[in-house]
């Protein structure tokens, strides 16, 4: 369930903990009139502050889901950015967003205390990259802007460096 993407409007607000239980209730539910059992990963933005990391985490656990994706694509703009594009609206993904991406990460391993596993998402573009996410905690991790840039060899490149 991605409810991060800043291009859909209202998408973010499932975010909040009252509305989060609700649609990770039904999803449950749904989920248990699967003829097998179905994971059920939830994927949150990382523009997420403290508070609202432990309400999604807290929702996910409660809910029994198989794991939580954190760093999805961002609204926030470092100021590294260098393009003429830079302040345009949407969601910024790719190697930008690879050190907040991280800074959630770490937030929602110590939030979850082990409780759920958390899948890395957000800048992840290299095998050192994966590299690190894995080793500060990650179960996994998931590229997709990088695969624009760098084509699929990079995941060949990934699982040859691991």
Not at 58 to 68: C, E, F, K, R, S
Request: proline share 7%; net charge neutral; aromatic share 2%.
């Amino acid at each position: 369930i991605n409810v991060s993407s800043p291009n859909t409007p209202g998408l973010r607000d499932l975010q909040s903990r009252p509305a989060l239980d609700e649609l990770l209730r039904a999803a449950s539910a749904a989920r248990m009139l699967a003829a097998r059992r179905v994971p059920l990963f939830l994927k949150v933005a990382p523009d997420l502050d403290r508070d609202g990391m432990a309400g999604v985490v807290g929702a996910a656990v409660d809910a029994g889901l198989d794991a939580l994706i954190v760093g999805n694509t961002t609204i926030s703009r470092p100021d590294s950015l260098r393009s003429p594009l830079a302040r345009e609206a949407g969601g910024l993904s790719g190697r930008p967003l690879a050190v907040l991406a991280r800074a959630k990460l770490a937030e929602a391993l110590e939030i979850s205390d082990g409780a759920l596993p958390v899948i890395a998402v957000g800048g992840i573009d290299s095998p050192e990259e994966a590299l690190a996410r894995l080793d500060a905690g990650a179960a996994m991790v998931q590229i997709y802007s990088a695969l624009v840039f760098e084509g699929p060899g990079l995941v060949r490149r990934i699982l040859k460096r691991l």
